[in-house]
């Protein structure tokens, strides 16, 4: 007959059966099964089943292959003989390389300090053919003259760049706001002539003997004439400060003849 | 004159003892000493190779895994901590790989039983079936072995492993359930259904 009580036991008589109860749940099931002849017979019926299971396994115990171990240990050291590990011990075991790549490592940082050298000490004049000079002659045509002007009684902030009308200098590049007679004319175009013949120039002090003097008679003779008749523009009388003349535009590149 | 007796103390081996004796034959294998690798192999090929047969059934399949758990033992040894024991980290392992190459077999929809003749033509006969006339009693035996074998493969992976653990190799559920990283509970209730399938099984057989 089961009672209520079987069905509390029964759910630990597994447990009974493996020996994991302990304290008052072993107690109170063992007290049961003492009485109980049906749950008695139920804890029979499950470890007859373990010892049969048991029983068949000792059956079925079959030898362990051999070289097992043997067979796993060389893996394994296979395994490790391919590991990055290994193959980084086994490169830094021969030194001929370590010195190999420590000179690599040594002519690289010396190159590296050279050019660095270069670059901080080297000459700061800028080439010929260097970028910056290309785009400054490339704004610039032969023959043009610039005239620093300010307007008569005006400080020195006010002074203006423009470009005087001659024959030599483009039209519509710069909109020429003065206009001269012909006799100061034929005096700037002589001395555009005098100062382009020798070349890019920036000053007359290098100009040989003869051409010199022909240039500063020109411009002491042009002086003159813009004393006796100023300038005359859109803002009244202007004052010439400085005189400019770009004399050449020259281009060259590397590999190719100007 | 009486003849005196000495009483030549006996070291036993206690559980602290064995573990700082698994922790140390771990860091030896760690450390890649060959003789360490061996002995760990040959101290629980046995157990791993047994393990691996009852839960897989076959015995060329059990010996592929044997390797295979080996192999994925030395592998992560640097995960060994010692919380548990070497045996019970072993035994989840062993399990864990069972359990894919099961999912494995089922993909490949292999027949996941294997009877005891089959058996028998791999391993040769039992012991006991190699007597020339065979014994009402063995014959017996041989037939109930071969149920409750053919019952026992019949079972759900998860099923066979906690009643091969709990049975065969006679873990406790914290074991078992530490070596299936389940919970205790779970492991009871596994049992019990395991069980009563198994003999379910066996009456219908």
Redesign the interface.
């Known amino acids: 007959m089961i009672s209520a009580d079987c069905d509390l036991v029964r759910d630990d008589l ?2 009974f059966a ?1 020996g ?1 109860l302990r304290g008052g749940d072993l107690r109170r099931v063992a007290q049961h099964l003492e009485g109980c002849r049906s749950c008695a017979d139920e804890l029979d ?2 470890q007859s ?2 010892g ?6 000792t ?4 030898a ?2 051999r070289g ?6 060389a ?3 296979a ?2 003989a391919q590991s990055w590990r290994s193959v980084l011990r086994r490169s830094t075991e021969d030194w001929h390389w370590a010195i190999v790549g420590g000179g690599a490592v040594s002519a690289t940082f010396v190159s590296a300090l050279f050019c660095v050298a270069l670059l901080i000490f080297g000459t700061a004049t800028p080439a010929a053919d260097s970028i910056s000079t290309l785009g400054k002659n490339l704004r610039e045509s032969p023959g043009a003259i610039y005239a620093e002007v300010s307007r008569q009684g005006a400080s020195r902030q006010e002074v203006m760049l423009v470009q005087l009308e001659t024959s030599a200098a483009p039209s519509g590049v710069y909109p020429a706001v003065f206009t001269r007679g012909d006799e100061e004319r034929a005096l700037v175009n002589a001395l555009a002539e005098t100062l382009a013949s020798t070349g890019p120039l920036h000053d007359l002090s290098r100009l040989p003997a003869d051409a010199r003097r022909r240039a500063e008679w020109l411009l002491t003779t042009i002086a003159r004439l813009r004393a006796a008749e100023p300038l005359v523009g859109p803002f009244g009388a202007l004052q010439v400060h400085r005189l400019h003349l770009v004399t050449n535009t020259e281009v060259t590149a590397k590999g190719l003849t100007p | 004159m009486a003849a005196e007796t000495s009483v030549k103390p006996i070291r036993v081996l206690a559980w602290p003892d064995a573990a700082s004796a698994d922790w140390a034959l771990v860091q030896q294998c760690a450390a ?1 000493e ?1 003789d360490a ?2 002995r760990l ?2 101290d629980h ?2 157990m791993v ?2 393990l691996a ?2 839960l897989l059934g076959d ?1 060329q399949e059990a ?1 592929d895994l ?2 295979e758990v ?2 994925k033992v ?2 992560t040894l640097s995960q060994f901590r010692g919380q548990a024991a070497l045996r019970t980290w072993i035994y989840r392992i062993v399990v864990n790989q069972a359990s894919n190459r099961q999912r494995w077999w089922r993909r490949r929809k292999k027949s996941q039983q294997v009877a005891l003749d089959d ?1 028998a033509v791999t ?1 040769g006969e ?1 012991p ?1 079936a190699r007597n020339f006339a065979m014994p009402d009693r063995v014959l017996q ?2 037939e ?2 071969d149920r ?2 053919e019952a ?1 493969n019949a079972l759900p992976f998860d099923q066979r492993a906690v ?1 091969v653990l ?3 190799d006679g873990l ?2 914290e074991e078992i359930a530490t070596s299936l990283n389940v919970a205790v509970g779970t492991v ?1 209730s596994r ?2 259904r395991a ?1 009563e399938s ?2 379910l099984r ?1 009456m219908h057989s």
């Open positions: 597994d447990a493996d994991e019926v499950r089943l373990g049969l299971i048991r029983e068949t396994a059956q079925y115990r079959p362990v292959p097992l171990a043997s067979g796993v240990v893996r394994i050291r395994e490790s | 890649g060959e690798c061996t192999v040959t090929q046995r190779y047994q047969l009852h015995p010996q044997t390797q080996f192999l030395f592998r058996y391993h039992l006991e035996q041989h109930t072995a409750v074998w026992l009643i709990r049975e065969i406790s559920y009871k049992l019990a069980r198994l003999r066996l």
